[in-house]
């Protein structure tokens, strides 16, 4: 009866939330389930539809990268509706951690709205159990089809390098009727678009001329007004800098290169914006704009790697006319490539004979091989007599080789690995070459005192403050940015070289920008480069403020030199600080997961020596040691407290009374620390309770054991235990033992407990004791009493008992009788 009253209050609580939330709460989820498992089914039929077209297209590589990118896109979704159900799957765990188990066979049987509710929230986490197979299902078999998409790929990708053509037929004498022909058909096709445009769309010609036209001017004269010294040499410098000169070679190549494809690829737009582009037109159209600008770069960059009529700014120490063979030479291997590929796009569009097209490209790839073994073969260097010298030998032989491999390669009949080698000769080797300028710049730009002698930093020094120890940290992150620029540009365009899609580096970005998780700590590479281009920016705004107010607002007073150096000095510390906070926060990471780092940085090291050589020595070992940091809680002696700083005579302690305490080193080397946080901050915490004598103790051991579970700062591994310590005078004593992840939590988590403890005893009709003393005084003189002596006047025995009887249930009292004599 007594157990039915207690559970009554429990019982109406479940009631309620039992008639009252629960149809709103099943009938959320009941929805919630049936959106998932539509979502699910919808992702499944597209991803069958997707299996069919990789069979249908799998000899097709532009259709297999857009379907991959369509998986992964799925595989996405799916990830995201498998994290839509832990919400709901936690909040299911909580509450069945709260219902608890179900009553074992000879206990006290449960209300029947108990059992009705952890049904139906069993019921529901099967569900959810259910759909969480199925997406899981469903991401292992869209990972599937993604690798046999990538072995599809890697298989294609083979067989186009490995087929071998027929190079007999190729060379027949109807072979070039055959091209003459196909020449004709593009210049018909190309002159009857031209007339139909001139004729009837002229306004839409010259205006989407003008329009690429201004947009490369644009380009052209900005970069010019911004990097005029870098494009166009100096005449009256005669010995320029290696820096110099590596500027003027890498923004000589970009700024005219981009201007050219920028004018392109408007035009193309334009025209394509305008409706003046026919299908047939676009893509010959488009693989001519390519040539186009493939040939002018790499004319661009031979001219200023080589420099043939500029001696004193050529990067290589080759001679004058070597220099001007070498641009020749490149700038041909460059158009024959290109006219390969032009071709290639022509016979593709036109449906031309197989024999066609590897009758030209048998012609250009072997063209392409000799004109890279003439390179090889020229002599460009000076020996120390002044006479011609070739390369050097390993180059020489790279040159001949590769020359040589794309020759065999054609005559054998191996046509498109012949033509591979040859692109990637001159493509590729025009991307590496100029990557390898900027690695160059970058490297001379942070180079000690480069950038302070350049054109950029004496503008800066004109418009600013800038300090030439400024100007050289500015150095620095300019050159890391150029480093940065150069492989995000130059990486995409080498392995759109190698075979791979815009598709395939489109779904790499979403990955690399997609968030990392690292057990609590989730980043990302966007997020990250953000936060520190934010840092930069902040760095040089607080140097900014710094110089502004030391020279505009308190040069104007009469304020003292040492407060005016510590007020521009804190603001500066404050600056970072903040800097850095916000860098932080814009890369998305949680300033509660770098706690302890945040407390290395923050150690201080103190330089006031002293002449006290113990002290002295004991600071340099407790500073190399590192037995405790600052923010380490320690126990040193009888001092307790926060380690505030570390110097090398002394370490200040803050006591939790906020006292500061100054301890020579000697002491904390000589005798025993405890460091509560030494490693880290885990640690074990300790609460005592006692509860009366009579009590349920393994229902007060399983109710303090599930306090412990339910706090969310306790750790689950280890897990919390619950220890019955012992017999005492007044109560049965037990003590919860529990560890924590941040041991300075435990007064919080202590106020927790304690508070949840009370709570929990006094809805089960626990009792915590105390300690209770009965003394009796009767009347009359004090004497002294044999043990076997009875007191005439003693109350019975019986009558004792009575009345410890009636002492309250739980209490144990221990009576003291003083016996008049």
Same mark, same amino acid.
């Given at each position: 009866m007594l157990l039915k009253l207690r559970a009554l209050p429990v019982l109406l609580c479940l009631v309620f939330q039992f008639a009252v939330l629960a149809p709103a709460a099943a009938q959320g989820p009941e929805n919630f389930l049936q959106t998932q498992r539509e979502k699910l089914s919808g992702i499944e039929a597209t991803v069958d539809r997707m299996e069919k077209e990789v069979d249908d297209q799998a000899a097709d590589d532009g259709e297999l990268v857009a379907v991959r990118v369509e998986l992964e896109r799925l595989a996405r979704e799916v990830f995201d509706a498998s994290l839509a159900f832990r919400p709901r799957l936690t909040e299911i765990n909580t509450r069945?951690?709260? @219902?608890?188990?179900?009553?074992? =066979?000879?206990? $006290?049987? %449960?209300? /029947?709205?108990?059992?009705?509710? !952890?049904?139906? +929230?069993?019921?529901?986490?099967?569900?959810?159990?259910?759909?969480?197979?199925?997406?899981?299902?469903?991401?292992?078999?869209?990972?599937?089809?993604?690798?046999?998409?990538?072995?599809?790929?890697?298989?294609?990708?083979?067989?186009?390098?490995?087929?071998?053509?027929?190079?007999?037929?190729?060379?027949?004498?109807?072979?070039?009727?055959?091209?003459?022909?196909?020449?004709?058909?593009?210049?018909?096709?190309?002159?009857?678009?031209?007339?139909?445009?001139?004729?009837?769309?002229?306004?839409?010609?010259?205006?989407?001329?003008?329009?690429?036209?201004?947009?490369?001017?644009?380009?052209?004269?900005?970069?010019?007004? @911004?990097?005029?010294?870098?494009? =166009?040499?100096? $005449?009256? %410098?005669? /010995?320029?800098?290696?820096?110099? !000169?590596?500027? +003027?070679?890498?923004?000589?190549?970009?700024?005219?290169?981009?201007?050219?494809?920028?004018?392109?690829?408007?035009?193309?737009?334009?025209l394509d914006y305008f409706s003046l582009l026919r299908s047939d037109i676009a893509p010959l159209l488009w693989s001519l704009f390519s040539v186009i600008l493939l040939v002018y770069f790499v004319y661009r960059l031979a001219r200023a790697i080589l420099a043939p009529r500029r001696p004193n700014w050529r990067l290589l120490p080759v001679r004058s006319q070597a220099a001007q063979w070498l641009l020749v030479l490149a700038v041909f291997t460059a158009v024959s490539t290109g006219f390969d590929y032009f071709m290639d796009q022509v016979y593709s569009l036109f449906g031309s004979q197989l024999s066609l097209t590897v009758a030209t490209s048998l012609v250009a790839t072997v063209i392409v091989g000799l004109l890279i073994m003439a390179i090889g073969g020229v002599s460009p260097l000076d020996d120390e007599e002044g006479r011609p010298r070739q390369w050097p030998l390993k180059f020489r032989y790279l040159l001949f080789a590769l020359g040589a491999a794309i020759i065999i390669a054609a005559m054998l009949g191996y046509i498109g690995f012949a033509r591979f080698l040859s692109q990637q000769a001159v493509v590729t080797g025009a991307i590496v070459a100029t990557m390898y300028i900027g690695f160059l710049t970058a490297g001379a730009i942070t180079s000690e005192g480069a950038f302070a002698n350049s054109w950029l930093a004496r503008r800066l020094e004109r418009y600013t403050a800038f300090d030439e120890t400024a100007l050289d940290q500015l150095g620095l992150v300019t050159g890391m940015l150029i480093n940065t620029v150069v492989v995000l540009i130059g990486v995409p365009l080498i392995l759109l070289q190698w075979g791979f899609r815009w598709a395939d580096l489109t779904a790499w970005?979403?990955?690399?920008?997609?968030?990392?998780?690292?057990?609590?700590?989730?980043?990302?590479?966007?997020?990250?480069?953000?936060?520190?281009?934010?840092?930069?920016?902040?760095?040089?705004?607080?140097?900014?403020?710094?110089?502004?107010?030391?020279?505009?607002?308190?040069?104007?007073?009469?304020?003292?030199?040492?407060?005016?150096?510590?007020?521009?000095?804190?603001?500066?510390?404050?600056?970072?600080?903040?800097?850095?906070?916000?860098?932080?926060?814009?890369?998305?990471?949680?300033?509660?997961?770098?706690?302890?780092?945040?407390?290395?940085?923050?150690?201080?090291?103190?330089?006031?020596?002293?002449?006290?050589?113990?002290?002295?020595?004991?600071?340099?070992?407790?500073?190399?040691?590192?037995?405790?940091?600052?923010?380490?809680?320690?126990?040193?002696?009888?001092?307790?407290?926060?380690?505030?700083?570390?110097?090398?005579?002394?370490?200040?302690?803050?006591?939790?009374?906020?006292?500061?305490?100054?301890?020579?080193?000697?002491?904390?080397?000589?005798?025993?620390?405890?460091?509560?946080?030494?490693?880290?901050?885990?640690?074990r915490m300790e609460i005592p309770i006692g509860v009366a004598y009579g009590s349920d103790v393994r229902r007060v051991h399983e109710i303090l054991l599930e306090i412990a579970k339910s706090h969310p700062l306790v750790l689950k591994n280890p897990e919390p235990f619950v220890l019955f310590a012992g017999f005492g005078d007044s109560s049965l004593d037990f003590e919860i033992r529990v560890y924590l992840s941040d041991i300075l939590m435990q007064l919080n988590v202590q106020n927790d407990i304690r508070f949840a403890i009370v709570d929990a005893f006094e809805a089960e009709g626990i009792e915590i004791p105390f300690p209770q003393r009965d003394i009796h005084v009767r009347s009359g003189l004090f004497r002294a009493q044999e043990p076997d002596e009875t007191p005439k006047d003693e109350e019975p025995a019986d009558e004792m008992e009575e009345e410890q009887d009636e002492v309250p249930a739980g209490r144990r009292r221990r009576r003291r009788k003083v016996d008049p004599e």
């Amino acid at each position: 009866m007594l157990l039915k009253l207690r559970a009554l209050p429990v019982l109406l609580c479940l009631v309620f939330q039992f008639a009252v939330l629960a149809p709103a709460a099943a009938q959320g989820p009941e929805n919630f389930l049936q959106t998932q498992r539509e979502k699910l089914s919808g992702i499944e039929a597209t991803v069958d539809r997707m299996e069919k077209e990789v069979d249908d297209q799998a000899a097709d590589d532009g259709e297999l990268v857009a379907v991959r990118v369509e998986l992964e896109r799925l595989a996405r979704e799916v990830f995201d509706a498998s994290l839509a159900f832990r919400p709901r799957l936690t909040e299911i765990n909580t509450r069945l951690e709260q @219902l608890g188990e179900p009553r074992k =066979e000879g206990e $006290p049987a %449960e209300p /029947e709205e108990v059992t009705r509710e !952890r049904t139906r +929230l069993l019921d529901e986490k099967a569900s959810f159990n259910v759909l969480i197979g199925d997406a899981e299902r469903l991401s292992v078999r869209i990972n599937s089809i993604v690798d046999e998409i990538a072995e599809l790929r890697r298989d294609l990708f083979t067989r186009t390098l490995s087929r071998r053509y027929d190079v007999s037929a190729a060379l027949s004498s109807d072979v070039a009727g055959e091209f003459t022909q196909e020449v004709g058909r593009v210049y018909k096709r190309v002159s009857a678009w031209l007339t139909f445009v001139v004729k009837y769309r002229l306004n839409s010609l010259l205006l989407a001329t003008a329009l690429a036209t201004i947009a490369a001017l644009a380009l052209l004269f900005g970069g010019r007004r @911004l990097f005029g010294d870098f494009i =166009e040499p100096d $005449p009256t %410098e005669t /010995e320029p800098t290696y820096l110099s !000169r590596l500027s +003027l070679a890498l923004f000589s190549t970009l700024i005219p290169s981009l201007s050219i494809g920028v004018f392109l690829a408007s035009t193309y737009y334009f025209l394509d914006y305008f409706s003046l582009l026919r299908s047939d037109i676009a893509p010959l159209l488009w693989s001519l704009f390519s040539v186009i600008l493939l040939v002018y770069f790499v004319y661009r960059l031979a001219r200023a790697i080589l420099a043939p009529r500029r001696p004193n700014w050529r990067l290589l120490p080759v001679r004058s006319q070597a220099a001007q063979w070498l641009l020749v030479l490149a700038v041909f291997t460059a158009v024959s490539t290109g006219f390969d590929y032009f071709m290639d796009q022509v016979y593709s569009l036109f449906g031309s004979q197989l024999s066609l097209t590897v009758a030209t490209s048998l012609v250009a790839t072997v063209i392409v091989g000799l004109l890279i073994m003439a390179i090889g073969g020229v002599s460009p260097l000076d020996d120390e007599e002044g006479r011609p010298r070739q390369w050097p030998l390993k180059f020489r032989y790279l040159l001949f080789a590769l020359g040589a491999a794309i020759i065999i390669a054609a005559m054998l009949g191996y046509i498109g690995f012949a033509r591979f080698l040859s692109q990637q000769a001159v493509v590729t080797g025009a991307i590496v070459a100029t990557m390898y300028i900027g690695f160059l710049t970058a490297g001379a730009i942070t180079s000690e005192g480069a950038f302070a002698n350049s054109w950029l930093a004496r503008r800066l020094e004109r418009y600013t403050a800038f300090d030439e120890t400024a100007l050289d940290q500015l150095g620095l992150v300019t050159g890391m940015l150029i480093n940065t620029v150069v492989v995000l540009i130059g990486v995409p365009l080498i392995l759109l070289q190698w075979g791979f899609r815009w598709a395939d580096l489109t779904a790499w970005s979403y990955r690399i920008a997609g968030r990392i998780q690292v057990g609590s700590l989730s980043f990302s590479i966007i997020g990250i480069l953000t936060g520190i281009l934010v840092f930069v920016v902040g760095y040089f705004v607080t140097r900014w403020f710094q110089s502004w107010l030391d020279g505009k607002v308190m040069a104007r007073s009469r304020m003292d030199s040492g407060v005016r150096n510590s007020i521009r000095t804190g603001i500066g510390y404050v600056g970072l600080v903040i800097a850095a906070l916000i860098g932080i926060s814009a890369a998305g990471i949680n300033l509660s997961n770098l706690a302890l780092v945040a407390g290395a940085l923050s150690l201080g090291i103190g330089f006031g020596l002293q002449n006290i050589v113990s002290n002295f020595v004991s600071g340099l070992i407790l500073l190399a040691e590192r037995p405790f940091k600052a923010g380490d809680w320690i126990v040193a002696g009888g001092v307790s407290g926060t380690v505030k700083k570390i110097s090398v005579r002394a370490t200040e302690i803050e006591t939790f009374q906020r006292q500061s305490v100054i301890l020579p080193n000697s002491e904390l080397i000589n005798a025993a620390v405890g460091n509560w946080t030494h490693r880290n901050k885990l640690g074990r915490m300790e609460i005592p309770i006692g509860v009366a004598y009579g009590s349920d103790v393994r229902r007060v051991h399983e109710i303090l054991l599930e306090i412990a579970k339910s706090h969310p700062l306790v750790l689950k591994n280890p897990e919390p235990f619950v220890l019955f310590a012992g017999f005492g005078d007044s109560s049965l004593d037990f003590e919860i033992r529990v560890y924590l992840s941040d041991i300075l939590m435990q007064l919080n988590v202590q106020n927790d407990i304690r508070f949840a403890i009370v709570d929990a005893f006094e809805a089960e009709g626990i009792e915590i004791p105390f300690p209770q003393r009965d003394i009796h005084v009767r009347s009359g003189l004090f004497r002294a009493q044999e043990p076997d002596e009875t007191p005439k006047d003693e109350e019975p025995a019986d009558e004792m008992e009575e009345e410890q009887d009636e002492v309250p249930a739980g209490r144990r009292r221990r009576r003291r009788k003083v016996d008049p004599e």
